[in-house]
């Protein structure tokens, strides 16, 4: 694969950080097979290489999600209503692919 659809893909994460707010401390791109991204303590986000050859809409869903959790760490009514305020269709665009963010069901709760 090469570097530009990672830096391109990693250049919406930093536009999307500035919308939300959030200044992510490291952000990568690296294989990953069970997760499409992950976020640590210390504000460092990997995304899955497989992400980058999805559709925008659903890239989106997941750069949020990860971002959003630089300002709250749990999944609750906050996380889900930030995430409704950014993206509204959010839960219609990850569809059944959301599990394999958070382990959300297709209708957006928590399993």
Known sequence: MTRRPHATFKQLVHQWAGMIG???ERV???RMTRKWASCSPAGRLSFSASLV???RAFQEVVIVHELLHLRVPNHGRLFKSLMT???PQWRRIGEH???RIC???ANGTRK
Do not use: D, G
């Open 103 to 105: 382990r959300y069901s």
């Open 28 to 30: 990568q791109v690296q």
């Open 53 to 55: 050859r999805e559709e």
């Open 22 to 24: 959030v200044k992510p």
């Open 97 to 99: 692919r959301i599990a």
């Open 85 to 87: 305020a950014y993206l």
